[in-house]
Structures are given as C-alpha cells and as structure tokens.
C-alpha cells in the first residue's frame, strides 16, 4: 500500500515539474523564425538597421540580458550575431 501511494506522489510531483517547465518557457508563445527580421549595421545606427519599405530603414535599440534575447528578436544578415553588448543587441 505504501509504495503505491509513493508511486503516486512521485508520479504527481513528476507531472507539476513538467507543466512548470513548460509554461516557464513558454513554448506555446515563442516565434515562427520566419516572422524574425533579418537586420544589419550601418555606422550611424548604435543599435540594429533593419530596412523598411522602399530606403527608408529604422535603427533598433533592442535591449537584452543574455544572447538568447536577441536571437529571439532579429537575424542578422551577412553577419555573425546577433550578439548581446553592453545591454543592447547587435550584429
């Protein structure tokens, strides 16, 4: 008897861990990688440069703690990175 109890407790706290592992990271919530922009530099731009419709652009100053932010955020092409500097994204 006890050890169908144990077993049921273990098999319970097993199924709390893996809802909670799952919503912390927030599988059902993350991007399609299509949907990231693919960004570059340019010198006058502290962030990221991603081009808009036509020439116009907007330079990004997307903020960051680790590198997995950014690759969350933007694809930089022809470059390596994104890396995460100082607090901010960049190619």
């Not at 008897?1 to 199924?15: G, K, V």
């Not at 299509?34 to 960004?39: A, G, T």
């Not at 694809?75 to 990175?81: A, D």
């Amino acid at each position: 008897m006890a050890s169908r109890a144990t077993s049921l407790f273990f098999f319970f706290f097993f199924l709390i861990s893996c809802a909670f592992l799952l919503h912390e990271t927030n599988a059902s919530n993350n991007k399609d990688s299509s949907n990231i922009p693919s960004c570059g530099s340019r010198d006058d731009c502290d962030g990221i440069w991603c081009k808009g419709e036509g020439k116009a652009g907007k330079c990004n100053m997307w903020t960051c703690d680790i590198e997995e932010d950014c690759l969350k955020i933007v694809r930089c092409e022809n470059l390596p990175g994104p890396y995460c500097m100082e607090g901010l994204c960049t190619c």
